[in-house]
């Protein structure tokens, strides 16, 4: 985006949403250019096109900024998008089903089956996961990245709560490469 692109959603975003931001409620962040160095010159993977491979390793990328930037904030991180539909209550739905997975070591639960879509990481987690998708971010998408990561840490089966409480309701979607 150009600079001036940039400064009018800043505008959009602080007329909609002031109060939160001074709140600290929102916040409004920006990678700087120089955290996608990365991405030049990648090795296609999956028979993907060259412009599949930028945008999933970018995306890759991003979550990773994200985590970084969160590990600190909270307790939780709730990775979400904004072509999602929520089912009512869904804050205690999330909290209910963290109280009923306290007994076992999980590192994410699931609140939808879709992509990287409503998963519900413990921000002490976060800094490893990032690390592990700085190791193969060029190498496949998050979803997968993050399915392995779980298997190999251990992740027990039964995280994915049912009935899932986001839906993916974009007309894009990352997983069918479009």
Same mark, same amino acid.
């Given at each position: 985006?150009?600079q001036r692109s940039r400064e009018r959603i800043?505008?959009?975003l602080?007329?909609?949403f002031?109060d939160?931001?001074?709140q *600290?409620?929102?916040q !409004?962040i920006e990678a700087p250019?120089?955290f996608? #160095?990365?991405?030049?010159? =990648?090795k296609?993977? %999956? *028979?993907d096109?060259q412009e599949?491979?930028?945008?999933?390793?970018k995306?890759?990328?991003?979550y990773i %900024?994200? @985590?970084?930037y969160a590990?600190v904030?909270?307790?939780?991180?709730?990775?979400?998008?904004?072509?999602v539909?929520?089912?009512a209550?869904? #804050? *205690?739905? &999330?909290?209910? @089903?963290?109280?009923?997975?306290?007994s &076992?070591p999980?590192?994410?639960l699931? %609140?939808s089956?879709? *992509?990287?879509?409503?998963? $519900?990481f413990?921000n002490?987690s $976060?800094y490893?996961i990032?690390r @592990?998708l700085?190791? %193969?971010?060029?190498d496949?998408?998050c979803?997968?990245?993050l399915?392995n990561y779980?298997r !190999?840490?251990?992740q027990?089966?039964?995280t =994915?709560?049912?009935?899932? =409480? @986001? #839906?993916?309701i974009g007309?894009q #979607?990352?997983?069918l490469?479009?």
């Amino acid at each position: 985006l150009s600079q001036r692109s940039r400064e009018r959603i800043k505008l959009k975003l602080k007329e909609r949403f002031n109060d939160n931001l001074e709140q *600290g409620l929102v916040q !409004i962040i920006e990678a700087p250019r120089s955290f996608y #160095s990365q991405l030049v010159g =990648l090795k296609r993977t %999956f *028979g993907d096109t060259q412009e599949r491979m930028y945008w999933r390793s970018k995306q890759n990328m991003d979550y990773i %900024f994200l @985590f970084k930037y969160a590990e600190v904030l909270s307790e939780y991180y709730l990775q979400m998008e904004d072509d999602v539909l929520s089912v009512a209550n869904y #804050s *205690g739905a &999330i909290r209910q @089903f963290i109280r009923e997975k306290k007994s &076992i070591p999980w590192i994410i639960l699931e %609140f939808s089956g879709w *992509g990287f879509i409503g998963k $519900l990481f413990r921000n002490s987690s $976060l800094y490893h996961i990032a690390r @592990f998708l700085k190791l %193969f971010y060029n190498d496949m998408p998050c979803d997968y990245l993050l399915w392995n990561y779980m298997r !190999i840490m251990g992740q027990p089966q039964n995280t =994915l709560r049912v009935p899932e =409480l @986001f #839906s993916h309701i974009g007309k894009q #979607s990352s997983k069918l490469g479009t």
